[in-house]
T-cell receptor, first 116, second 111 residues
Framework: GAVVSQHPSRVICKSGTSVKIECRSL??????MFWYRQFPKKSLMLMAT?????????EQGVEKDKFLINHASLTLSTLTVTSAHPEDSSFYIC????????????FGDGTRLSIL | QKEVEQNSGPLSVPEGAIASLNCTYS??????FFWYRQYSGKSPELIMS??SNGDKEDGRFTAQLNKASQYVSLLIRDSQPSDSATYLC???????????WGAGTKLIIKP
């Protein structure tokens, strides 16, 4: 149980393109979803937290107009990287958890984004 | 500011031995703790959750929690080269079901 599906797994695109990444909880209702980015050999960095039906909460230093997050249902959250530039190249990972207390986060497989 | 601390390693252990990974946390009120494994280039996967003082065993993995001393550990018995990965410790954050992550300990199992 607790499967999270993330697509696409890899994106290579030109500078200026907007890229949409989907994160789905397949067998549970994800009341809260999280978006992380990770640079090579570095720690996970939380970008934002989203609750179903409400606006995402962004961490300090993360531009909300650059990284658009939508959590429209209990099983789907999307991250759109708008007008991507080479410095946005990174490994983006989503996670999800249910509503019960003391629940772990379950991770998608991640999306490797390369902006040329 | 809540914190979770881990030794970044690398921790090198011979195949077949016990690997011991440690983590300390700052918030005495934390109730739940999680160990994740992350292979290079992959996303983290949940290994163990622990909520009560003492030991919790799952196959070759044992999580240990000592709330009085504010540490949580992960033991891996009969270590295999496939256990080589970075192990992340996590505890609840301030709000919104966030987790506070340790920096991760890189474990290398030598054949």
């Amino acid at each position: 149980g607790a499967v999270v599906s993330q697509h696409p797994s890899r994106v290579i695109c030109k500078s200026g393109t907007s890229v949409k990444i989907e994160c789905r909880s397949l067998d549970f209702q994800a009341t809260t979803m999280f978006w992380y980015r990770q640079f090579p050999k570095k720690s996970l960095m939380l970008m934002a937290t989203s609750n179903e039906g409400s606006k995402a909460t962004y961490e300090q230093g993360v531009e909300k107009d650059k990284f658009l997050i939508n959590h429209a249902s209990l099983t789907l959250s999307t991250l759109t990287v708008t007008s991507a530039h080479p410095e946005d190249s990174s490994f983006y990972i989503c996670s999800a958890r249910g509503a019960a207390s003391n629940q772990p986060q379950h991770f998608g497989d991640g999306t490797r984004l390369s902006i040329l | 500011q809540k914190e979770v601390e881990q030794n970044s390693g690398p921790l090198s252990v011979p195949e077949g031995a016990i690997a011991s990974l440690n983590c300390t946390y700052s918030d005495r009120g934390s109730q739940s703790f999680f160990w994740y494994r992350q292979y290079s280039g992959k996303s983290p996967e949940l290994i163990m959750s622990i909520y009560s003082n003492g030991d919790k065993e799952d196959g070759r993995f044992t999580a240990q929690l000592n709330k009085a001393s504010q540490y949580v550990s992960l033991l891996i018995r009969d270590s295999q080269p496939s256990d080589s990965a970075t192990y992340l410790c996590a505890a609840p954050g301030d709000s919104n079901y966030q987790l506070i992550w340790g920096a991760g300990t890189k474990l290398i199992i030598k054949p």
